[in-house]
C-alpha cells in the first residue's frame, strides 16, 4: 500500500519498534476535534506549548525532520512529548511519494522515527 499522506507514531520510549508504535488515523471520541500543527517546531512553538498547556489541549505536532540533529530542536520536541502531545511524521519535502517504491517509503519513515525515539526517551 502506497502511502499517500502523513502517519502520525506516538513514539512510547526511546527505542523504537515498529511495531509497538500507535498509529492514529481517527479521532475515537464523540464531540472531539483534532488540532494538528505542521512543519515545526518554529520560533513560537514554547508559546504554543505554554497555551496549550494552560488550556489543557493536546494536539498533533507533525515535525519537520531534517533538523533532528540541532539540540534547540531535539529540546523543543522533547518539551512537545513530554507534555503529551503527539508526535507526526511527514513526508519530506525532497520525497517524491510517487517515484519511491513502497519500501523506501517505509525506510524513510522508520529511519525517521528511529532518530525521533533515540533522543525523546
Known amino acids: 500500500m502506497r502511502a499517500t499522506g502523513l502517519i502520525s507514531l506516538a513514539l512510547a520510549g ?6 509497538s508504535a500507535k498509529i492514529v488515523t481517527q479521532c475515537v471520541q464523540s464531540n472531539v476535534f483534532a488540532m494538528t500543527w505542521d512543519d515545526g517546531p ?3 512553538t514554547k508559546q504554543l506549548l505554554d497555551i496549550l ?19 534547540n530542536v531535539q529540546s523543543l520536541i522533547r518539551q512537545i512529548a513530554n507534555a503529551g502531545h503527539l508526535i507526526g511524521l511527514r513526508a519530506e519535502a525532497s520525497w517524491n511519494l510517487l517515484s519511491m517504491s513502497d519500501e523506501q517509503i517505509t525506510s524513510g519513515i522508520v529511519r525517521q522515527a528511529g532518530v525521533l525515539a533515540r533522543f525523546i526517551g
Open 14 to 19: 526511546a527505542t523504537f519498534n515498529m511495531a
Open 42 to 44: 518554529a520560533q513560537y
Open 53 to 71: 498547556s494552560q488550556k489543557d489541549v493536546k494536539v498533533t505536532f507533525h515535525v519537520v525532520t531534517r533538523y533532528l540533529t540541532d539540540p
